[in-house]
Nanobody
Framework: QVQLVESGGGLVQAGGSLRLSCAASGRTLSSYAMGWFRQAPGKERELIGATTRSGSSTYYADSVRGRFTISRDMAKNTVYLQMNSLKSEDTAVYFC????????????????????WGQGTQVTVSP
């Protein structure tokens, strides 16, 4: 079992930055591909970024590419989402998720393949 806890959300003005953390316990994240999702009110949960087990490759949705960055700290068993140049449309609840995979280089894009989810953290961007 992997327990994931997000933190770092909050209220920020447009153009500002936040860094979300996803701290894991129970098992090392080195066996898991990681993803960051968000869900805005009235909308479906969407994948905004993902990284491989090794952290050597990343994927970003068009809406956040160039503004958001995913990183992993294996020693801290934590994954981060650095969010810069935030926009009001980034307002949502943000979730991290872990997908067990045997491949070091796999990006997992389907939400159904993520077996472990955090509880979410609210990010609100004011105009």
């Amino acid at each position: 079992q992997v327990q994931l806890v997000e933190s770092g959300g909050g209220l920020v003005q447009a153009g500002g930055s936040l860094r979300l953390s996803c701290a894991a316990s129970g098992r090392t994240l080195s066996s898991y591909a990681m993803g960051w999702f968000r869900q805005a009110p009235g909308k479906e949960r969407e994948l905004i970024g993902a990284t491989t087990r090794s952290g050597s490759s990343t994927y970003y949705a068009d809406s956040v590419r160039g503004r958001f960055t995913i990183s992993r700290d294996m020693a801290k068993n934590t994954v981060y989402l650095q969010m810069n140049s935030l926009k009001s449309e980034d307002t949502a609840v943000y979730f991290c998720a872990a997908a067990h995979t045997w491949s070091l280089g796999t990006i997992v894009s389907s939400p159904s393949l993520y077996g472990y989810w955090g509880q979410g953290t609210q990010v609100t961007v004011s105009p």
